[in-house]
């Protein structure tokens, strides 16, 4: 098992930057599929990325491409989320989760994933 702890978030102006870390606990962590969601007030959870369990494949939701990076570092235990271009719509609480499996290619959906953070407040100003 692994229970993963995030950090980073904060207040950023828009067209700010951010990096999210996520600290996972346990010897597992290389073996797991990760992803980053995010759930804004009176919305539902909502995809951002993934990455599969060797760090050779990542994932993103469309809103997000080629403003946010998502990679790991096994040696840590560590998940990131660079954040780059941020707008005021991506203010929202932002989970990093582990997937229930070994070995996955990292998941879309919420329900794949069975470890979670308690979350980080990501803030955008306009």
């Known amino acids: 098992q692994v229970q993963p702890v995030e950090s980073g978030g904060g207040l950023v102006q828009a067209g700010g930057s951010l990096r999210l870390s996520c600290v996972a606990s346990?010897?597992?962590?290389?073996?797991?599929?990760m992803g980053w969601f995010r759930q804004a007030p009176g919305k539902e959870r909502e995809f951002v990325a993934a990455?599969?369990?060797?760090?050779?494949?990542?994932a993103y939701a469309d809103s997000m491409k080629g403003r946010f990076t998502v990679s790991r570092d096994d040696a840590k235990n560590t998940l990131y989320l660079q954040m780059n271009s941020l707008k005021p719509e991506d203010t929202a609480v932002y989970y990093c989760?582990?997937?229930?499996?070994?070995?996955?290619?990292?998941?879309?959906?919420?329900?794949?994933?069975?470890?979670w953070g308690q979350g980080t407040q990501v803030t955008v100003s306009s």
């Open positions: 989760a582990a997937d229930s499996a070994y070995y996955g290619t990292g998941s879309y959906m919420s329900y794949d994933y069975d470890y």
């Open positions: 346990g010897r597992t962590f290389s073996r797991h599929a």
């Open positions: 990455i599969n369990w060797s760090g050779s494949s990542t």
